[in-house]
């Protein structure tokens, strides 16, 4: 006799649900999502307001909250997301992401624009951000340390042309520009088809993009001269002209950006952000000095770099207003020369920087930057800093200044979280979790 086949139910997991819910409940108490809205809805943000020009009783469509957007590209920063497309995506796919959105539709198109228009608006937030913590005495700026670090640029090394070559993809570009707008002129209807506009953009897109190139040529062939080479070797990016090919950590040569950052040394929060291109941190010091004066209203008592940036010049103008701890380089010809000792062409500045760098109090303080600087930079490396997918410096800049916001966020959190009302409101955070 034969047994009957048992019947059990078995998963069905391709089947569809449908779940009454609101978007409140989907994340926990302590979610980082609620962390980042926190922060953002605390925020004076009158400067992204200035963009939208739709208001009350007139026409046009809404426009989406600046506190979307900006919560949006701060979450998915922190989140290691820096693709426009891929945050649109996850507002579909991932609960932290709809809970930011609220059940607003967001496109690419508008999370794109956002990051790159609103640079001056982020710098202040950050300046805000700054003083806050300043005025509860997280900040001190007892100490500053500054390091850069080469990212790779949204550019490829076969994109690099000389000036003759350049000039003839000039050439080009503007005759097929012109092209195109005399077929608008003899055929007015063409230019009502989607396939022809997007063909004069691009076409004018590139001629711009060429323009730039040879605008910055002349800079490249300089760095040529002082480098005892050829000024005819200089190349410049037809796709990003102001990335700069740059000897990256690996040992390899890349198109990049040197991005600098300033950090407070007691609380390891990012004061300053800077985009050099040039693979050099020469030069790079004062620049950076005067932002964080500027933006703190105070210069910091020491400032920590590391010996690319200890050019006597930068020396003698930041000591005016702050003390300089930085590496003594080692003399290059006789072993047996004192290198603090003073030469005879010291400036009085950088004569008591050689002396002060000899002294066990100088070597104890300048350990401070490697456990700052080299600390804030592996974080945003972890956080996905390791290629910009915007071009142009502009564009990197508003990406820095997000990460730099990101950053303090959670140090924010960490060391006062008062700031961002933990345990009120819609942001109540026990812990910060996801």
């Not at 600390?375 to 390791?386: D, F, I, M, P, Y």
Request: charged share 25%.
């Amino acid at each position: 006799m034969s047994r009957s086949r048992a019947r059990v139910l078995l998963p069905n997991r391709q089947q569809l649900e449908l779940r009454a819910s609101d978007l409140e409940s989907l994340l926990p108490e302590g979610h980082r999502a609620r962390l980042v809205w926190g922060y953002v809805e605390r925020q004076d943000l009158q400067g992204f307001y200035t963009h939208i020009r739709v208001v009350d009783g007139g026409v046009g469509r809404a426009a989406i909250a600046p506190e979307i957007l900006l919560a949006l590209w701060l979450y998915a920063t922190l989140d290691g997301v820096g693709s426009a497309r891929e945050i649109a995506r996850l507002t579909d796919a991932h609960d932290a992401y709809r809970w930011l959105c609220g059940g607003v539709q967001v496109n690419y198109h508008t999370l794109s624009d956002f990051r790159k228009d609103h640079g001056e608006a982020l710098d202040d937030l950050l300046s805000a951000n700054v003083a806050a913590l300043m005025a509860v005495g997280v900040v001190t700026l007892k100490g500053v340390a500054q390091d850069g670090m080469r990212v790779r640029a949204s550019a490829g090394a076969g994109s690099f042309r000389r000036k003759e070559k350049l000039e003839g993809y000039l050439e080009a570009a503007r005759a097929e520009v012109a092209r195109l707008k005399a077929e608008v002129e003899t055929d007015p209807a063409q230019a009502q088809r989607a396939r022809e506009a997007a063909r004069r953009r691009a076409a004018a897109e590139r001629e711009a993009r060429l323009e730039q190139a040879l605008a910055r040529l002349p800079e490249i062939e300089a760095i040529k001269r002082r480098n005892g080479k050829k000024a005819e070797e200089a190349r410049v990016s037809m796709t990003d002209a102001e990335a700069t090919v740059m000897k990256m950590g690996d040992g390899g040569f890349r198109p990049a950006y040197n991005p600098q950052l300033a950090s407070d040394v007691d609380s390891l929060v990012i004061v300053g952000v800077d985009v050099a291109t040039v693979g050099s941190d020469q030069g790079q010091m004062v620049p950076m000095l005067e932002q964080v004066s500027a933006r703190c209203g105070q210069a910091p008592h020491e400032w920590l770099v590391d010996g690319g940036y200890v050019a006597h010049e930068q020396i003698e103008q930041a000591s005016v207003t702050t003390t300089v701890y930085g590496p003594v380089p080692a003399p290059k010809k006789d072993e047996g020369v004192d290198p603090h000792a003073r030469k005879p062409k010291d400036s009085e500045a950088v004569a008591a920087w050689r002396a002060r760098m000899g002294t066990e109090d100088a070597k104890a303080i300048y350990k401070q930057r490697a456990a700052t600087a080299e600390c804030v930079n592996a974080q945003s490396r972890n956080r996905g800093l390791t290629q910009f997918l915007v071009r142009g410096s502009t564009k990197v800049t508003c990406v820095m200044l997000f990460f730099a916001l990101a950053h303090n966020l959670m140090r924010t959190a960490a060391l006062a979280p008062a700031l961002l009302g933990i345990g009120t409101g819609p942001s109540a955070l026990p812990g910060v979790t996801g």
